[in-house]
């Protein structure tokens, strides 16, 4: 057997294969006796026709098995023997296929299309710069955690000698009929749902019919949903409501004193303790926003740094990852994917290869900064890892374990790992400077059509996906299960 390499590009190569006629002809007498042993021609016992007759009675089925016999062991042996690694299946084409003989005066030609990984240029990471700005934290900031935590500790307090009014908290037992919509059989049910009448996140028709109740009373409505309600599973629809009615109240908030503060679980001693904490955590959180950012810019910097052909095959499999989260998610806010249009998942899915090409991209980057630098993952840091993803959800390590078994195992960990030690490199070979914060809001407000012309000019930097892609996504399914299901009782709302 003769081969020859042909690059085609740095990802695809183009192997020539002779198959001397020798070796065909041996192949394919052995298949013909085969044949010629099992099959019953007429005139003849079975397995004692000539040879030559079945040759020809069973020409293109003998000829088709000696192929699959002959081609697929002829093409891993070339692979093997020029060293290459395909990253998926070869694409074989046969020459002359439709005149081919198969008695041996003469070899078969072939040529078999692989793609496979490039030679990943050495980027100049230590040349890279970013500028590290920490975002202040004001006494709004502060404030507005404080009023989370007091909503968090609000208490419902029963009305009386009186109907709701805009204001109060409405909590009721609810079940919505969809309105001619044979695709939705199955009713809304919520049990014990909180509405804060006149709320901005509540839909309105809602305050407006439960305006004027009182515990225990049933009240019917009707509620036409927009076309563009953040809901997919209500958007464009109707349903028809009964509420069982069972609380009307008032939220009452804790007073932000030394009382309130003794009793959170901390347990301060005065507001002047728990603001100090909340401040110190809120500057903790502003530091590692401001390290996330240097960590994405310089990530962007080196992909735009290092343009390299990316095999077709990893950017379909990001691509495909990347639209199986965004049908999570849809499915996870109420959304039938059975419904969605074949056109939008097409448009959607293409939309997504270019993001995905630098997903790769950044991954096969950060693993040649890793080859560089000798990045090792012990299996105690693969443990400590999965230690901290459990303790995160409050699961049982196990239950990671499970859900990582399902997702290419500890390596998965291992890879992740990896990823993060590399950026960790990357980082710490970069030239980072600490600059005056920019709040970038206000500087969009002051000068817009500067920002617009500098967009038109710039390339589309990496989403956030890119940086998940390089973490991982170890959330145990029951967990996210959990979240679907309370997802499910907010969309009504």
């Known amino acids: 057997m003769k081969t020859e390499v042909i690059e085609v590009s740095p990802t695809q190569k183009e192997i020539k294969i002779e198959i001397d006629g020798d070796t065909v002809r041996d192949v394919y007498n052995k298949i013909a006796k085969k044949y010629a042993q099992a099959v ?22 003998i000829k088709n098995e000696t192929l699959r016999e002959l081609l697929p062991d002829r093409v891993s042996e070339a692979i093997q023997e020029n060293n290459l690694n395909p990253l998926g299946e070869p694409q074989l084409h046969l020459e002359n296929a439709e005149n ?23 980027p100049d990471y230590e040349s890279l710069e970013a500028v590290r700005r920490v975002r202040p934290v004001n006494d709004e900031d502060l404030e507005r955690v404080i009023d989370q935590r007091r909503q968090q500790a609000a208490s419902l307090i029963p009305v009386e000698d009186r109907k709701s009014q805009e204001g109060d908290t409405v909590i009721a ?29 509540i839909e309105k028709t809602f305050s407006e019919n439960l305006t004027g109740v009182e515990e225990d009373e049933e009240k019917e409505f009707t509620v036409e949903y927009p076309a563009d309600f953040n809901a997919p599973a ?10 069982k009615i069972k609380s009307v109240g008032t939220m009452e908030l804790p007073e932000a004193d030394d009382e309130w503060a003794g009793s959170l679980e901390e347990g301060f001693e005065t507001m002047a303790d728990l603001r100090r904490k909340l401040r110190e955590d809120l500057e903790m959180v502003s530091k590692s926003e401001a390290d996330n950012r240097v960590r ?17 095959t990893l950017i379909d499999i990001q691509a495909r990852n990347l639209l199986n989260n965004f049908a999570q998610d849809l499915q996870q806010r109420g959304m039938d994917l059975n419904q969605v249009d074949e056109n939008f998942v097409r448009m959607a899915y293409e939309n997504m290869r270019g993001q995905a090409e630098k997903d790769v991209r950044g991954a096969m980057l950060l693993e040649k900064i890793a080859e560089l630098e000798n990045v090792e993952v012990t299996g105690d840091e693969i443990n400590e890892e999965i230690e901290r ?6 699961v049982p390590p196990e239950q990671v374990r499970a859900s990582l078994s399902q ?29 005056e914060w920019i709040d970038e809001s206000q500087a969009d407000a002051a000068a817009p059509e500067t920002e617009t012309a500098s967009e038109a000019q710039s390339e589309e930097k990496p989403k956030k ?17 959990s979240k679907t299901k309370k997802k499910k009782s907010e969309d009504s709302e």
Request: aromatic share 6%; glycine share 10%; charged share 35%.
């Open 407 to 435: 997702q290419g195992g500890e390596n998965n960990i291992a890879d992740r790992l990896r990823s993060r030690k590399a950026v960790e490199a990357l980082v710490e070979k970069a030239k980072v400077s600490d600059g």
């Open 173 to 201: 037992d609810l079940e919505g009929t969809f309105v001619g919509d044979a695709e939705n059989p199955e009713p809304i049910k919520v049990e014990d749902l909180e509405i804060k009448l006149g709320d901005a996140g």
């Open 465 to 481: 996906t890119s940086k998940k892609k390089a973490d991982g996504d170890d959330e145990p399914k029951a967990k996210k299960e």
């Open 100 to 122: 081919i003989k198969l008695n041996g005066s003469e070899p078969i030609s072939l040529h078999v299309h692989v793609e496979v990984m490039p030679e990943i240029p050495t």
């Open 389 to 394: 993803i459990a303790q995160y959800y409050g």
């Open 40 to 61: 019953t021609v007429p005139g003849f016992r079975k397995g004692f026709a000539p040879l030559d007759i079945v040759k020809m009675r069973y020409k293109d089925e």
């Open 296 to 312: 994405d810019e310089l990530i962007t910097k080196l992909i735009e740094g290092n343009q390299f052909e990316v095999p077709n």
């Open 234 to 243: 209500l958007a464009g629809k109707t349903v028809n409501y009964k509420a």
